[in-house]
């Protein structure tokens, strides 16, 4: 399940049981694995990993339309660009304050050293 919450960029969350043991749980509590008949293990109900479109106003109704999970990293690559063209702008503004700072220092000690 951890593989599975990983690729759907989902974080895996520590929570206490009915005992008093912490456990750590990845994905949604809908969630349910199964053993077939074959012997190999099968998780059911995915559709609580994301997100119901709210484009659809009555969950009743439309408990399925649900946001595709390319959709949900396509929105997540687009935030991260601009975060990152956010810090940069910040940094190139800080690099160019001191780069003004240093020809003024500059210019100052040209001047003295002319006179």
Request: proline share 3%.
């Amino acid at each position: 399940m951890q593989k599975v919450c990983s690729e759907l960029n989902l974080r895996t969350v520590r929570v206490v049981d009915g005992q008093g043991k912490e456990v750590e749980i990845a994905g949604s509590v809908e969630v349910k694995g199964i053993r077939g008949t074959d012997k190999r293990c099968y998780l059911v109900d995915l559709q609580g990993l994301t997100p119901r479109d709210m484009n659809y106003p009555d969950p009743e109704q439309h408990h399925t339309c649900l946001l595709r999970p390319e959709l949900l990293l396509l929105f997540q690559r687009t935030k991260n660009i601009e975060f990152a063209t956010s810090k940069m702008a910040d940094f190139n503004r800080q690099l160019a304050e001191e780069n003004a700072a240093q020809s003024k220092e500059l210019t100052e000690k040209e001047r003295e050293e002319q006179a």
